[in-house]
């Protein structure tokens, strides 16, 4: 009898232990470690900003949809996400909720709004665990790149796109003090973390030889991922005159353009976009035009007229549009214009140049606009430092200057030889046939991440 109970309780206590394993091994862990995931290969894009203006990322998001992967694109919505995006089966978006301003102090308010970030975060992780990589860009650094390098002890491989570094930004902002302890503090979070990724992907080859010379990341394992432009800037298609009568009739030039410009009489139209920083030096700009004026009027009558369109906003526009209200034009017309994200390209494509006054605070990422203008047509008039030769060869895609007397002559020779324009033009509508996948595919294959 008492070994019949004792076999009885045994059985028991086995039956238990294979039924919690069955539970375990179908229900827990998968729950645990693969939760919503499909069959697919699953990455996460997390974008620590609004998600419409980071064409980049929404790039890499289209791209792994294409190429057969289930697309988690996390971030911020504040403006419109891309039809293409939206419309897309294997792309789901998850909204990084926002926290609405208080009452409380800039210093309190911005402790709140990181800690607020990291739990949103963790949230967005937990709901997505099992993927099989998830990408984020630097910067920001702080607080996803130290999240993320945990996150990869689940078993998620972890992809860094570097755009910049968010520590040579911040020291900008610290009067360039490298010493400010947040900005130390930012650049030893970026230099440990950095090490815990497993794809490297870098904006420009000065990027990654900063990264394997400063950071010790191995040269032969990161990977050069040049932007390309967005779809939505293609080259004008027609004559002169059909881009004349466009520039009359477009609604958003309405306002813009002097009753008496006329392309085919050999005015031109120039572009820029900023953002109205210290770092962007419109100034350098309107110098110049004043230089053209006094050149205009001492030496050379037959200057062609020029329309300057400044687009964007920023904290130092008011300034600048006083200064150029101030000075009586007589050949260059400067107009500030804010337009739409559907009307800015229409207009870059109307535009003889692009001009680009962009400088970095890393000195190693190149300026989207200008990947904008070539994506439009445009050659481009660009402010030089040192890495802007990975883009632009002077008079070969465009003209570099170093200060508004350099750029002062470029107009001039922008302005009055055709035969150089015809050269630009032509490198530029070449350049402008390269698209993203060209860069993408290559680099993804080399990873092994598509076939
Ligand atoms: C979605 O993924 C499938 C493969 O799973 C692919 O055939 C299809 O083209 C993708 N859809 C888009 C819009 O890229
Ligand atoms: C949030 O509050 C700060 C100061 O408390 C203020 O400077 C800022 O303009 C506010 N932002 C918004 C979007 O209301
Ligand atoms: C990215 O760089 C890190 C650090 O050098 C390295 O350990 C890792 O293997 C690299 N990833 C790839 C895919 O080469």
Request: aromatic share 12%; with cysteine.
């Amino acid at each position: 009898m008492i070994w019949s109970s004792d076999i009885s309780q045994w059985l028991l206590v086995l039956l238990i232990v294979y039924l919690s394993l069955t539970v375990w091994v179908y229900y827990v862990m998968p729950f645990l470690l693969v939760g919503t995931k499909s069959i697919k290969k699953r990455i996460i894009i997390y974008v620590i900003g609004d998600i419409g203006h980071s064409p980049r990322m929404c790039n890499h998001a289209i791209s792994f949809s294409e190429n057969g992967w289930q697309v988690e694109l996390c971030g911020y919505v504040n403006s419109n996400i891309p039809a293409r995006i939206i419309d897309d089966s294997n792309i789901t978006i998850h909204e990084l909720p926002q926290l609405t301003n208080s009452s409380s102090g800039k210093i309190l308010f911005m402790i709140k709004k990181v800690l607020f970030q990291i739990v949103s975060i963790l949230r967005h992780l937990w709901e997505l665990r099992g993927s099989d990589i998830i990408l984020v860009q630097n910067p920001p650094t702080i607080p996803i790149l130290p999240i993320v390098a945990f996150y990869r002890l689940t078993g998620c491989k972890l992809m860094v796109d570097w755009h910049n570094l968010g520590y040579s930004i911040l020291q900008l902002k610290f009067n360039n003090n490298f010493y400010h302890p947040l900005v130390l503090i930012s650049f030893v979070i970026e230099y440990i973390f950095s090490k815990s990724s497993d794809y490297n992907l870098t904006v420009t080859e000065s990027m990654k030889d900063y990264l394997v010379n400063n950071f010790g990341l191995k040269k032969s394992r990161c990977y050069v991922l040049y932007d390309r432009p967005g779809l939505q800037f293609s080259p004008f298609q027609g004559s002169l005159v059909e881009r004349n009568d466009k520039i009359q009739s477009e609604p958003y030039m309405k306002n813009l353009v002097p009753l008496d410009f006329d392309l085919t009489k050999g005015d031109k139209l120039i572009v820029t976009s900023t953002s109205f920083t210290p770092d962007e030096d419109i100034g350098i700009l309107i110098g110049s035009l004043k230089i053209y004026e006094s050149s205009y009027q001492k030496f050379d009558n037959n200057l062609p007229k020029i329309l300057c369109v400044i687009t964007g906003k920023g904290p130092m526009k008011e300034e600048i549009m006083k200064q150029v209200s101030d000075y009586k034009w007589n050949r260059c017309t400067i107009q500030f214009a804010w337009l739409s994200s559907e009307d800015y390209p229409k207009l870059l494509r109307l535009c003889d140049y692009g001009v680009s006054l962009h400088s970095s605070s890393s000195g190693l990422d190149l300026p989207m606009k200008i990947l904008d203008m070539f994506g439009s047509g445009l050659p481009v008039l660009a402010l030089n430092y040192p890495v802007l030769d990975e883009l632009v060869t002077h008079k070969e895609n465009g003209l570099k200057f170093a200060d508004r007397r350099e750029l002062h002559e470029s107009l001039i020779f922008a302005m009055k030889d055709a035969e150089l324009y015809e050269v630009l033009k032509e490198n530029v509508l070449q350049e402008s046939s390269k698209n993203w996948d060209s860069s993408w595919k290559p680099v993804m294959k080399k990873l092994n991440l598509i076939r």
